[in-house]
């Protein structure tokens, strides 16, 4: 999947770059860059993600793991949940994360504000439809 790390590796540069901005298809969108840990391979790798911040709590966001709306959940959720924790790096600030999976109708409210503010999330869910729900995870920085 040598085009989709390409393409990572460029908004990454550009995120850093920007201290955390990003432009494209990106641009105003909030992005982290989620680093996180093979759970087989125990290799680092980071992850460009759209977040949703938490209106209350500073200190939490929420990722979706919808890979884009296809059949199956990124390897980076799964990464993820198997750590329970992970690093961010959120405009030009670095921090680590207890990471935690929303479900129920947390997880609903949390997706549907997103997909509100970004259509494109309704269409990922669309595209699942049947055949998983898109995960939600918190991000708490510890």
């Given at each position: ?57 500073g200190d939490t966001i929420y990722v979706f ?78």
């Open positions: 999947m040598p085009a989709a790390n390409d393409w990572n590796e460029k908004i990454i540069a550009e995120f850093r770059a920007n201290e955390g901005r990003v432009g494209g298809r990106f641009e105003g969108a909030p992005i982290v860059l989620v680093h996180h840990r093979g759970r087989n391979s125990g290799r680092e790798y980071v992850n460009p993600i759209m977040y949703l911040p938490d209106d209350s709590d793991a919808t890979k884009a709306g296809a059949p199956s959940n990124p390897d980076w959720y799964h990464n993820l949940i198997a750590a329970g924790a992970g690093t961010v790096e959120r405009g030009a600030e670095t921090y680590h994360v207890i990471v935690r999976e929303v479900t129920g109708d947390s997880r609903d409210r949390v997706y549907d504000e997103q997909a509100r503010r970004y259509p494109g999330f309704a269409d990922y869910a669309q595209r699942t439809a049947g055949i998983r729900t898109i995960p939600v995870l918190e991000m708490r920085r510890s």
